[in-house]
Every structure is written in structure tokens, then in C-alpha cells.
Nanobody, 122 residues
């Protein structure tokens, strides 16, 4: 069974940057698309970004396009989310997940990690 562990969250000022990592253990995830989601207080979890198994295709929520970049290193069984030009509305717990059906559709992602907190101060 795969275990996903997110790291790299923290507190930054508006305009700052963070790089999140999601390390998989227990089995290889090289054959899976992977994604990042986030949940702000009082809100539902929302899709942020996803990447196919080989990194050949990526997708982003409109709210983060041009600011966030998803990437992966299959040799390290790890996916990353580089977040630049952060805004207070990016404050949330960020989760990574596997694309369980290979569809790249947000509702097909699962095997959630425990999340990492990102707080952007104004």
C-alpha cells in the first residue's frame, strides 16, 4: 500500500515562494498520475494541479496558473509543487494524491497524504 508524505509548507509573506514535496513509499508511483489539492478553513478541498505519470502533461486550476509549477522525479518517487507569487488566498492545507484511474480527473484521485500547511500573510 502506498503512503504519501507531504512536506515543505510554512509561513510566508505575500509574494513569497514555497516548494512542496510529496514523497511516496511502500510502492512505486511511477505509473500513476499525481496531483495536488488544497483545503482552506471552512471550504471544501479543491484541485490545484496534476501531472501525468511521465510528466508529459500537466494541468492547473485557473487560480494558480502562471504562479505554480508541478513536476516529478520518478527516480525519487516524488512530486513537487513550486509555488511563486503567493497570495493570502493560497492559505490552506495542501495534499497530494494519486490518479487512481489514470483519468487526470480530480474526482479520480485518492490515497491522500496527511497534508502540509501553507500560510501566506498579507
Amino acid at each position: 500500500q502506498v503512503r504519501l508524505v507531504e512536506s515543505g509548507g510554512g509561513l510566508v509573506h505575500t509574494g513569497g515562494s514555497l516548494r512542496l514535496s510529496c514523497a511516496a513509499s511502500g510502492r512505486t508511483v511511477n505509473n500513476y498520475g499525481m496531483g495536488w489539492f488544497r483545503q482552506a478553513p471552512g471550504k471544501e478541498r479543491e484541485f490545484v494541479s496534476a501531472i501525468t505519470w511521465n510528466g508529459g502533461s500537466t494541468s492547473y486550476a485557473d487560480s494558480v496558473k502562471g504562479r505554480f509549477t508541478i513536476s516529478r522525479d520518478n527516480a525519487k518517487n516524488t512530486v513537487y509543487l513550486q509555488m511563486n507569487s503567493l497570495k493570502p488566498e493560497d492559505t490552506a492545507v495542501y495534499y497530494c494524491a494519486l490518479d487512481l484511474r489514470g483519468s487526470m480527473r480530480p474526482w479520480d484521485f485518492g490515497s491522500w497524504g496527511q497534508g502540509t500547511q501553507v500560510t501566506v500573510s498579507s
